[in-house]
C-alpha cells in the first residue's frame, strides 16, 4: 500500500486520545481492546462534544426560535454536511440519519421494498451477510413473496461471483450485501457487485457497517443505490446511524415512521411530507449522538482514512502471522491483502467462550459466539468461533498478548 500508516510517535499520541485504553480490566491488568468490529471505544473528542453539548446547547431542533435551539440545530446539521462530505455524498440531502445499520437497512425494506417488490420479485443476498442484512428480508419474504437468493461463499471465505453472474440472469430487483464481513473480514469487490446489479437492472445495497469505519468509501465511486453504517463502530456514539440513498430514490419512496419532524403539513385525515432528508427522521432525533458523529467523523478526517486503513492492513497481516505460529488455531477467512482488521478463528476443539473468558482473565476483550451471522457459520461447519478485530488504537504489543495468551489457554485445556 502506497500510503504510509502511523511512525511510532503519530501512534502514541493517537492512544493518548482515547481515555478508556488506560484502565484496567482486572487489578493490575491493563486493557487490549479487540473488539471493535462490536463496536469501538471514543476518542476525547467525541465525549467532550456530546458532554458541551448537553452543558451548554442542549434544546429540540429544527422548532425553536430561541438561541439554544438555533445552535443546536446548526451543530446537528452541520455534522449531517460532515458524514456527506466524509462519504462523498452529493448532498446532506442524502444523508438520513437512523439509529443504526440495522434501522438503515430496515428502512429500505420497509419503503422502498415495499413500495416496488411484489409477489415472485428476486433479492440476492450473500451467505456472509450480518442478521440485520438477512432477516429484513425474510419478513419482507413470508409478508410480499419475494424470493431471496445468496451468493456463495468460497472455501477461501470470498464471494464467488461466477455464481452471482448466473444470479442475475434471473433479473432481480434488488442485490443488498456487506461491504467487509464481520467474521471472515473479506472486502468485497464492491464497485463491480454494484456494476453487475446495475446491469442486470437491480438496485444495489451496501451494508458499509465494517468498511466506512475502516477505510475511505466513496459513495460515488462505488455508484451504490443505498449505503448503510453506524457510527458506535467508527469512534462514535451508539443511537445513531446513516442511510445514504440517492436523492432521485429517497424522493420516490414513501416514508418510514409517521410525526413530527417528517411532514410538510398536517391535517385530520392527511398529511404531505417533509422534503429530504426530514421526510424519513421522524420525532425528536437523537441530538447529541449526531453531533458525536460530527466529532467522530473530524477525528477520523484528520487522521485520515487512507493511514488508518495502511496502519490496519499492517497490523493484519502482523495478527495472522502471529496467530498462525498458534498451533490447532484455524482462522477462517482470506489472506492478509483481501480482508480487514478482523480474524475470527478456532483452536483445537476448545469452546470459543471458555477462550474468550480466558483471554478477558488477561484483559483481553475479544468476542466469542456467531457474531450474528449464523447461516456463515452454518456454512463453514462451525457453531462458533472466536474473534479478534482491531481499529487504529491496536499495537503490535496487543496483538504479541493474544498469541501468547493463546498459548496458555491451549496449555490449560491440554
Ligand atoms: N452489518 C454488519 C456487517 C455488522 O458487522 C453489524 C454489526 C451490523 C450490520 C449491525 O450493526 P448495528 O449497529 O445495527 O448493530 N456487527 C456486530 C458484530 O460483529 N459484533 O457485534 C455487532
Known amino acids: 500500500m502506497a500510503t504510509s500508516s502511523f511512525n511510532p510517535g503519530e501512534l502514541a499520541n493517537l492512544l493518548k486520545d482515547f481515555p478508556i485504553l488506560s484502565r484496567e480490566v482486572h487489578p493490575g491488568v491493563s486493557l487490549a481492546y479487540l473488539d471493535s468490529a462490536a463496536t469501538s471505544q471514543k476518542p476525547a473528542s467525541v465525549i467532550d462534544a456530546m458532554d458541551e453539548y448537553y452543558r451548554r446547547t442542549n434544546a429540540n431542533i429544527h422548532r425553536g426560535i430561541h438561541m439554544l435551539a438555533e445552535e443546536a440545530t446548526a451543530k446537528y446539521e452541520d455534522a449531517r454536511q460532515k458524514v456527506a462530505r466524509f462519504i462523498n455524498a452529493h448532498s446532506e440531502r442524502e444523508i438520513i440519519f437512523t439509529r443504526n445499520t440495522t434501522e438503515a437497512i430496515n428502512l429500505v425494506a420497509y419503503t422502498w421494498a415495499r413500495a416496488n417488490l411484489k409477489n415472485g420479485?428476486?433479492?440476492i443476498l450473500t451467505e456472509m451477510e450480518h442478521h440485520s442484512n438477512l432477516v429484513p428480508w425474510q419478513i419482507l419474504a413470508s409478508e410480499r413473496g419475494i424470493r431471496l437468493e445468496f451468493i456463495p461463499v468460497t472455501d477461501e471465505g470470498l464471494l464467488d461471483l461466477d455464481a452471482y453472474q448466473q444470479l442475475l440472469a434471473q433479473e432481480p430487483r434488488l442485490v443488498s450485501f456487506m461491504h467487509m464481513s464481520n467474521v471472515l473480514g473479506t472486502i468485497n469487490p464492491a464497485s463491480e457487485i454494484v456494476r453487475m446489479a446495475h446491469a442486470a437492472g437491480a438496485v444495489a445495497l451496501v451494508d458499509g457497517a465494517q468498511s466506512v469505519p475502516h477505510f475511505p468509501v466513496d459513495v460515488q465511486d462505488l455508484d451504490a443505490d443505498f449505503?448503510?453504517?453506524?457510527?458506535?463502530?467508527?469512534?462514535?456514539?451508539?443511537?445513531?446511524g446513516v442511510l445514504y440513498g440517492k436523492e432521485a430514490l429517497l424522493n420516490a419512496m414513501p416514508p418510514f415512521l409517521g410525526g413530527g419532524d417528517m411532514i410538510k403539513k398536517v391535517m385530520l385525515r392527511s398529511f404531505s411530507a417533509n422534503s429530504l432528508p426530514h421526510k424519513f427522521e421522524a420525532g425528536t432525533p437523537a441530538i447529541a449522538e449526531g453531533i458525536?458523529?460530527?466529532?467522530?467523523?473530524?477525528?477520523?478526517?484528520?487522521?485520515?482514512?487512507d493511514r488508518i486503513a495502511a496502519y490496519e492492513h499492517e497490523l493484519t497481516s502482523y495478527a495472522l502471522d502471529r496467530l498462525s505460529e498458534v498451533s490447532g488455531l484455524t482462522v477462517i477467512g482470506p489472506r492478509a491483502e483481501l480482508r480487514g482488521g478482523v480474524a475470527a478463528f478456532t483452536l483445537a476443539d476448545i469452546h470459543p467462550h471458555d477462550v474468550a473468558q480466558l483471554l478477558d482473565r488477561e484483559g483481553l476483550a475479544v468476542r466469542a459466539g456467531h457474531h450474528c451471522a449464523m447461516p456463515l457459520h452454518q456454512r463453514f461447519d462451525l457453531p462458533a468461533t472466536t474473534r479478534a478485530s482491531f481499529y487504529l488504537y491496536n499495537t503490535r504489543a496487543d496483538i504479541d498478548r493474544l498469541a501468547s495468551a493463546l498459548e496458555r489457554v491451549k496449555k490449560l485445556f491440554g
Open 227 to 240: 449505503l448503510a453504517f453506524s457510527a458506535h463502530k467508527m469512534l462514535g456514539p451508539t443511537g445513531i
Open 292 to 305: 458525536g458523529l460530527g466529532a467522530a467523523v473530524d477525528y477520523l478526517t484528520h487522521t485520515g482514512m
Open 121 to 123: 420479485d428476486l433479492v
